[in-house]
């Protein structure tokens, strides 16, 4: 695995996580709560759980499983409004002037 970019977030929480697509554009975001001295067992848990993350594309998976989530919500939504709005009605009925 190639190594990947770090960036600092200036956080008192002790945290670490990966972005990126791919392996090779992966960038690690290191709080920097975990450099002080009280996480000295917490760093190497959550550096590696970090680096699993990258192997394993996991950013990758979580923003496809996302984006299909907020595309059915979409499409439920444009459903949901299109007949309340009148979108099932016979529109054939309107053209002909019965109130059947």
């Known amino acids: 695995m190639p190594k990947p970019r770090v960036a600092v ?7 670490a996580f990966a972005t ?3 392996p090779r ?3 690690i975001a290191v ?6 001295a009280d996480s000295r067992r ?3 848990r959550s550096l590696s759980r ?3 993350h990258i192997a394993h594309r996991d950013v990758v998976v979580t923003a496809t499983a996302s984006f299909l989530g907020v ?4 499409v439920a939504r444009f459903k949901l409004y299109s007949t309340m709005f009148g979108g099932g009605r016979d529109r054939r009925a309107d053209r ?5």
């Open 9 to 15: 977030a200036d956080l008192d929480t002790p945290n």
């Open 71 to 74: 595309l059915a919500g979409l």
């Open 25 to 27: 554009r992966a960038v």
């Open 31 to 36: 709080s920097t709560g975990l450099t002080g």
């Open 42 to 44: 917490t760093r190497p």
């Open 96 to 100: 002909t002037g019965s109130d059947a």
């Open 50 to 52: 970090t680096f699993s």
């Open 20 to 22: 990126g697509r791919s």
